[in-house]
């Protein structure tokens, strides 16, 4: 019933709105298609202290202490951990001590405390 009204021009207000949602959706569309300006770009990917990603500075084995909530709404380290596949794609250097968790709060306190290097949390907390 509404677009009826705008077609007819019954709702100016509603027009207004309307191409208000309209120029945001183009202007979110031209900024996502823009190109990379940054021209000297080599595509090599390197840290702070120059090595690669991959590559560690030092040689000697590293644990990463991830922390996650055991729940399906965070799947992602659970398959990871599961199947290998964290292990894997962080090498042999890396071991991975994984902790569980039931909130939120809890791994902003283990973070803050130094337990925990790293963890998949909610939104939320995150925040606070």
Known sequence: ?????????????LKKILILIALMVVA???V?????????RTG???TATGASPTEFPDSGPVTLRLGYFANVTH?????GLNNGMFAQELGGKVTIDPKTF?????????IFAGELDASYI???????
Request: a negative charge; hydrophobic letters at 35%.
């Open 1 to 13: 019933m509404f677009l009826t009204e705008v077609r007819r021009g019954g709702n100016t207000y």
């Open 122 to 128: 909610g939104q939320s907390p995150a925040v606070n």
């Open 44 to 46: 090599a990917t390197t």
């Open 28 to 30: 979110s569309l031209a």
């Open 32 to 40: 996502s298609c823009g190109g990379d300006d940054d021209k000297e």
């Open 75 to 79: 799947a992602v380290p659970l398959v």
């Open 102 to 110: 039931n909130t939120g709060p809890d791994v902003i306190t283990a």
